[in-house]
């Protein structure tokens, strides 16, 4: 089975611009959730989706959103962006059965300038 | 955010070496598990534990889940060079898809 795979895996931008970054689960896995990781803060949840419906959200402002699609896939965005944003994205899928067990995906390396 | 108390930050051990690292929190939790992240790549599940007392292996790793469901330990025996990485615990419970995770421990191998 395929692992959780991410693009872009590098992306540079600058401060104002927006982003998109898609995440694919493992097949089967409907259950989609994405954490930002940076050295100061670690490991932070930003929101979890099922099912096209976003179930779970983190403490992290208006700015990032997401979405779901039928097939699962899930796409997270960043508006106007800061230099604070920059972080690695990393997606992870969980399965119906063991929703508690997260698979994560490599990751989006985010820059900003 | 919330973060568990993960310790120690950092270890340097001799290859063959056993390592132990654990993770505590102020809140209850009834699931906790155990990634590993190599730079540049997403976290790796190692092991998930579901029950208070619960002791898992998988290969040279073992994991507890403390009595108190306020902690868990991560034991690696027999170290060899591609143990080095960051290693994180994560805690959750059920219904609940948020993964709150340690600090992070970061193994490195002196040869």
């Known amino acids: 089975k395929a692992g959780v795979t991410q693009t872009p895996r590098y992306l540079i931008k600058t401060r104002g611009q927006q982003v998109t970054l898609s995440c694919s689960p493992i097949?089967?896995?409907?259950?989609v959730s994405w954490y930002q990781q940076t050295p100061g803060q670690g490991l932070q949840f930003l929101f979890e989706?099922?099912?096209?419906?976003?179930?779970n959200k983190g403490n992290f402002p208006g700015r990032f959103s997401g979405r779901q699609f039928s097939n699962s896939r899930s796409e997270m965005n960043v508006s106007t962006l800061e230099l604070g944003d920059s972080a690695l994205y990393l997606c992870?899928?969980?399965?119906?059965?063991?929703?508690?067990?997260?698979?994560f995906g490599p990751g989006t390396r985010l820059t900003v300038l | 955010g919330q973060q568990l108390n993960q310790s120690p930050q950092s270890m340097f051990i001799q290859e063959g070496e056993d390592v132990s690292m654990n993770c505590t929190s102020s809140s209850i939790f009834n699931t906790w598990l155990w990634y590993k992240q190599d730079p540049g790549e997403g976290p790796v599940l190692l092991i998930a534990?579901?029950?208070?007392?619960e002791l898992t292996s998988n290969g040279r790793l073992t994991a507890q889940f403390g009595i108190t469901r306020k902690d868990s330990f991560l034991n690696i025996s027999a170290s060899i060079p591609s143990d080095v990485g960051i290693y994180f615990c994560?805690?959750?419970?059920?219904?609940?898809?948020?993964?709150?995770f340690g600090t992070g421990t970061r193994l490195t191998i002196i040869p």
């Open positions: 534990l579901y029950k208070a007392g």
């Open positions: 994560a805690a959750t419970n059920f219904g609940n898809e948020k993964l709150t």
């Open positions: 097949s089967g896995h409907r259950s």
């Open positions: 992870a899928s969980s399965s119906d059965t063991r929703d508690n067990e997260q698979f």
């Open positions: 989706y099922f099912s096209e419906t976003q179930r």
